[in-house]
């Protein structure tokens, strides 16, 4: 009898037929064409790509930001085209953890206040403790209430690891974190990320474009193998 | 986190900016709000509480001239009546009491009046308020006994720093430079407790002295004896009353008569003074349109104010929306945003408002001896702070509007 560990894992993304294109002066421009795509609960994985070839705008529709052209997205098990706008942030508040790639943190706030700021919108609850608690994990204990401004950049992404984690998400997408960083911080922020998400049990898409940062994961994803569109542009 | 505490974040974050229009919004009110309170308490002052007379029999002339003469120590009396014509006016069943004055003299901008000695012991400036010299009502000394001697209102001996017993030369008029009645020196033998109307502002003396006084001419003071002859400024007059507040209808022949008269007239001050306002009115729409004015480039400031903010926060805003907050949502906290610099202007307005109705008031007093209050609650009180919460809404509308269109890819700019 095969043991849990064995067990095929739930999908957390299934992709069907996604197109998304740009129309700009009358003209129709295909950024993203993926006929099928899955991703079990869980994974950790990196997508690779040369510039303009449309990470991060998959990684948006992933995230609700953007509606897909046509085809079906579904993600943490609900179909992302059945929800409207108000749906989707709804369904983003609730489920997906979004780290961009600098600028992630409301100047005016305190780190903690950053990371509250994760649920405020879901229905997840979650207390003042919990937060400070997922600071002290990504190694900001001492940092808890000092402001964007009095933090390095790796101070603030770390911050933002925590902010995406406190809802408790079953997906974080990461859109490069590690792109404005020195390569130290960049290593350390990458190998954070992937141990958080694996200690939380939640899965990880992260777009990277520094190979250095990719070879840590175990799951490394050339884009241009999901997308029919060459980065010029050219649909198949 | 809940979403006050994020307004509140963004209002601390933006605080000289959101405290400037705050601070506008909070000038226009204070100016709006004093203005309506002073204006209210005046009308009431002058209009309403008519200081205890019901009307003033007083010779031929402006009725507005008389009722400020009589009433407020302001203005000159544009002549004299017979003691004898208000002794048969005063016999008039319809009149209940009355009582004589001559006005005409000053000492040192105060305005001397003589009344007949019952004046001060009988009318009441207020029901149920008559003047006291006791120390307990805030008052000291005696009332007037004697030909020389005087009693001073509450802000005269205020002003002037009278002492029992001081003495003063009156003035014969009323203006810098009339000639004062160097040998007649009158005494302060009593001060009278606070009124809070334009009796503070005044001096008293008996009406016989008036006649004796030196430069007076012959004939003048031959009217201290003779009856017949003798001519005073005016008369307080007390009418008679039917079912609480309303005058007897007869009280409209007796007006009708002394007017047709060539004698006298009755002026009743609830009539006359409402004209005062329509005379100055303008004044008061000036000061309103004035008010209106600072309020609304408060408003624009405000919405400028907070557009201004937003161009900084729209990253903020967009990764709030990252974050699952809806379009609606960063409406709201823009809205929010407004409605509570809106009501932080209010309430600092408000509190500014009566401070500036506070100074009002002491000038008043000084000018008139009208007492009037800084918490005076007026319709302002009630209206001002919805309206600025209405203005304040509208001002922050538009910046929630562009807030709530902000494209959230195109301000978080992702590349790849």
Redesign the interface.
């Known amino acids: 009898m095969p043991s849990a560990a064995d067990m095929p894992r739930p999908p957390v993304i299934v992709i069907r037929d996604l197109r998304v294109a740009y129309t700009s002066q009358g003209a129709v421009l295909p950024i993203v064409d993926i006929p099928e795509w899955a991703l079990p609960e869980g994974s950790l994985v990196v997508l690779e790509g040369p510039s303009g070839s449309g990470k991060s705008t998959f990684l948006n529709v992933l995230g609700g930001l953007l509606p897909p052209t046509s085809g079906q997205v579904t993600v943490c098990g609900v179909d992302l085209g059945t929800l409207d706008e108000a749906g989707r942030d709804r369904w983003r508040a609730d489920h997906v953890g979004i780290i961009f790639q600098g600028l992630n943190l409301l100047q005016g706030f305190t780190a903690l206040e950053n990371v509250m700021l994760g649920m405020t919108f879901s229905h997840v609850t979650g207390s003042w403790k919990d937060a400070t608690a997922l600071l002290g994990e990504v190694g900001l204990a001492q940092r808890v209430h000092h402001r964007p401004s009095d933090l390095s950049l790796g101070e603030q992404q770390r911050v933002a690891i925590a902010r995406a984690l406190v809802k408790r998400p079953r997906l974080i997408l990461a859109d490069e974190p590690t792109g404005s960083l020195d390569p130290r911080n960049a290593t350390d922020i990458s190998i954070l990320l992937r141990r958080v998400c694996a200690d939380h049990g939640c899965s990880l898409v992260m777009v990277c474009h520094q190979p250095e940062i990719a070879a840590h994961f175990p799951q490394r994803i050339a884009f241009t193998t999901l997308n029919r569109v060459s980065p010029s542009g050219v649909a198949p | 986190?809940?979403?006050l505490?994020?307004v509140l974040?963004?209002l601390?974050?933006h605080l000289f900016s959101s405290g400037l229009a705050a601070m506008s919004i909070a000038l226009g009110v204070a100016l709006l709000l004093a203005v309506t309170s002073l204006r209210e308490q005046a009308h009431r002052q002058f209009t309403q509480v008519g200081l205890g007379v019901d009307a003033v029999l007083g010779p031929k002339g402006s009725p507005l001239q008389i009722a400020l003469n009589a009433l407020y120590h302001l203005e000159e009396m544009p002549g004299r009546i017979a003691w004898t014509y208000y002794q048969a006016v005063k016999a008039n069943p319809m009149v209940a009491d009355g009582f004589a004055f001559i006005t005409g003299h000053s000492y040192a901008g105060y305005r001397v009046n003589a009344v007949e000695s019952r004046f001060l012991t009988d009318f009441e400036y207020l029901p149920g308020h008559r003047f006291s010299v006791a120390a307990a009502d805030g008052g000291s000394g005696r009332l007037f006994s004697g030909k020389d001697e005087a009693v001073a209102g509450a802000e005269v001996a205020r002003a002037l720093g009278l002492q029992l017993g001081q003495t003063f030369n009156p003035t014969c008029g009323v203006t810098a430079g009339d000639p004062v009645h160097v040998n007649d020196h009158i005494a302060f033998v009593g001060i009278l407790a606070p009124t809070g109307t334009p009796h503070d502002r005044a001096i008293y003396i008996p009406l016989e002295s008036f006649y004796t006084l030196e430069g007076h001419g012959a004939s003048v003071a031959a009217m201290v004896k003779d009856l017949d002859h003798r001519e005073i400024s005016g008369a307080y007059l007390k009418l008679q009353r039917i079912r609480g507040d309303a005058y007897n209808p007869g009280v409209t022949e007796l007006q009708y008569d002394i007017n047709q008269s060539t004698k006298a007239q009755l002026v009743m001050p609830a009539e006359v003074m409402p004209r005062l306002f329509l005379i100055i009115g303008w004044v008061d729409q000036v000061l309103w349109a004035v008010g209106m004015m600072v309020a609304l480039l408060a408003a624009a400031f405000l919405a400028f104010a907070l557009v201004a903010t937003l161009r900084e926060r729209r990253?903020?805003l967009a990764?709030?929306?990252?974050?699952?907050?809806?379009?609606?949502?960063i409406f709201g906290l823009v809205l929010a945003q407004a409605l509570a610099i809106s009501l932080a202007g209010a309430v600092i307005g408000w509190l500014l408002g009566h401070l500036l109705t506070g100074i009002g008031c002491h000038f008043v007093k000084a000018e008139t001896g009208m007492s009037f209050t800084t918490w005076y609650w007026s319709s302002a009180d009630f209206g001002l702070l919805p309206a600025a919460l209405v203005l304040g809404t509208l001002a922050g509308l538009w910046p929630a509007i562009q807030a709530y269109r902000l494209g959230?890819?195109a301000t978080?700019k992702?590349?790849?």
Do not use: V
Not at chain 2, 319 to 329: C, N, V, Y
């Open positions: 986190m809940n979403l505490r994020i974040t963004s601390r974050q990253r903020d990764l709030l929306r990252a974050l699952g907050a809806r379009r609606r949502t959230l890819l978080l992702p590349q790849s």
